[in-house]
Every structure is written in C-alpha cells, then in structure tokens.
Nanobody, 121 residues
Framework: QVQLVESGGGLVQPGGSLRLSCAAS????????MCWYRQAPGKQRELVAAITSGGSTTYADSVKGRFTISRDNAKNTVYLQVNSLKPEDTAVYYCNAILRRIGERYYGDYWGQGTQVTVSS
C-alpha cells in the first residue's frame, strides 16, 4: 500500500504564508513527479505546481512568484511554500505523486486526502 499524507493547511490572513507538506510512504520503489493541485468550491481541480525527480519545476500562472515547490527525495516528501496569500487561494490543496510500487512494472497516479487552506481576514 501507498499513502500520501498532507499537512500544514489552515486559516491565514491575506498576505500571510503557510508551508504545506506531503509525505509518501509504503511500498515505494521510485517517485517520478510530485505535484500540488487545488480545488475551490464550485471549481475544477487545477494544477498549482509540479516538480520532477530531478528538481525541474512548473507553476500555474496565478501562483508564480508567490508559491515555491520543493522536495526531499530521501524522505519522499514534497513541500509547497505559499506566500502573499490571497482570498482566491482558498481551496483544498491535494498532493499527487506519480510513483512505482515495489514489485510493479509501471508508474501509477496517487493522491492524498487534501488539506484546507483558507485565506480570510
């Protein structure tokens, strides 16, 4: 089994910061890309940021310059530093990993349960 567990969400005032974490655990052979998605009420889930195993990153235009994705390959953990938060950043943030389990030949798509980020004064 594989689990992705997010943490670090919460209520923050506009302009504030948070650091989200997502740790993958279980029978993992290797992890390719790790991503953060978010879904606001009444909206589709959208990709926020992604990082490859080699450290290449990509960001949604709406978060460039404010959010930073990073990962610790030794810990199978991905982080999202979110700064200068705006009310429109309010959403459930989901961790996603493209990984290969021990004993399997192919990579699969795995999701965490989500962590709520609310930006409000």
């Amino acid at each position: 089994q594989v689990q992705l567990v997010e943490s670090g969400g919460g209520l923050v005032q506009p302009g504030g910061s948070l650091r989200l974490s997502c740790a993958a655990s279980g029978s993992i052979f290797s992890i390719n890309a790790m991503c953060w998605y978010r879904q606001a009420p009444g909206k589709q889930r959208e990709l926020v940021a992604a990082i490859t195993s080699g450290g290449s990153t990509t960001y949604a235009d709406s978060v460039k310059g404010r959010f930073t994705i990073s990962r610790d390959n030794a810990k199978n953990t991905v982080y999202l530093q979110v700064n200068s938060l705006k009310p429109e950043d309010t959403a459930v943030y989901y961790c996603n990993a493209i990984l290969r389990r021990i004993g399997e030949r192919y990579y699969g798509d795995y999701w965490g349960q989500g962590t709520q980020v609310t930006v409000s004064s």
